[in-house]
DNA sequence: ACAGAAAAAGATAAATTTATCTTAAATTTG
DNA sequence: CAAATTTAAGATAAATTTATCTTTTTCTGT
């Protein structure tokens, strides 16, 4: 559904978020070891996100990267569409480039709606929310992850 | 969500289904005109097909692909299992390999609702239920399609 | 039997995604 | 200021997906 890039982008910014009350910059090596990412395409992603600023970053030593509080809101949408685009938010489900309303695909009816419930999904999910819904519950990252 | 395997799979069959009742042999250039995909790409694909009995095939003069009853009565469920495997159907929204309902990520819920969606969508479709749906509707494919 | 038409199979190539490596620039600390 | 650390940037490489090409096999119609 989402690609390793986005995957991974997510993972991280949810990771920056669950360290944010520290008041720390984490670096590469820390992000990519908790959230279990190749290092050197995680620096790669890390800097897409910082050059468009939805994470923040310090060069030199005790820098790395962090978030701030306006950018812990970040919803899931935001991230998904700028790493993978919109193709898989709002393309058609048989890959037909003339599909619409006026002219639907075979599918284009139920597809829509489950891309709709994809859509909201995103939307309605923010990095701090689904960091803080991590803390005092058994989420997989908790474990990978050190809260 | 789906490969271009995939979409070029589904799209391929709605399109013998629609030609079915003909009870005529389509060969690879009609398809991959009809369905506008590459030509041998679509030889491939139609290849993995008719080895995994989703179609029928003849080599020969006259020869091509064909649907027989049972076959057209797959629904895209199966097919996206057998081109793109499970994956998209069953994998963690977040790529976390560990993530289950014990030790859910933390979009685990949501996530698992999208999918169920999307499965059931898929599961629901037949192609020839498709096809047939088509006649008598403006459909994209029906325009791209000679029905 | 023969010629032509078509799928099957296998090898190759291009494009994209994923991943790595190297160098440069910036920042902190001693 | 110098050294160490860290992001930034750019070049390169590997893997996967997408696409093409070539040869072989099978079948039909004459």
Redesign the interface.
């Known amino acids: ?2 690609s ?1 890039a986005c ?2 982008a ?2 991280a910014m ?1 990771y920056l978020a669950s360290r944010q009350s520290e008041d720390v910059k984490v670096n590469i090596r820390d992000i990519s070891a908790e959230v ?1 990412s190749p290092e050197p395409f995680t620096a790669k992603i890390m800097q897409a996100l910082s050059k468009q600023g939805f994470v923040s970053s310090l060069k030199g030593p005790t820098g790395g990267f962090y978030l701030e509080t306006k950018q812990a809101e970040t919803t ?1 949408l935001e991230i998904v569409k700028a790493i993978d685009g919109t193709q ?1 938010l709002d ?6 480039k ?3 309303d ?7 009816q ?2 829509s ?2 891309r709709q ?2 859509n909201d ?1 995103l939307e ?2 923010t990095i701090i929310g ?2 803080q ?2 803390h005092g ?5 908790k ?2 992850l050190t809260i």
Not at 137 to 141: P, R, W
Request: charged letters at 10%.
């Open positions: 559904m989402l390793n995957k991974y997510i993972r949810i279990d899931l898989v393309g058609c489900g048989l890959g037909l003339t599909c619409s006026a002219h639907p695909c075979p599918i284009h139920e597809y709606h489950v419930h994809f999904m309605n999910n689904l960091a819904a991590m519950s058994n989420s997989v990252l474990n990978i």
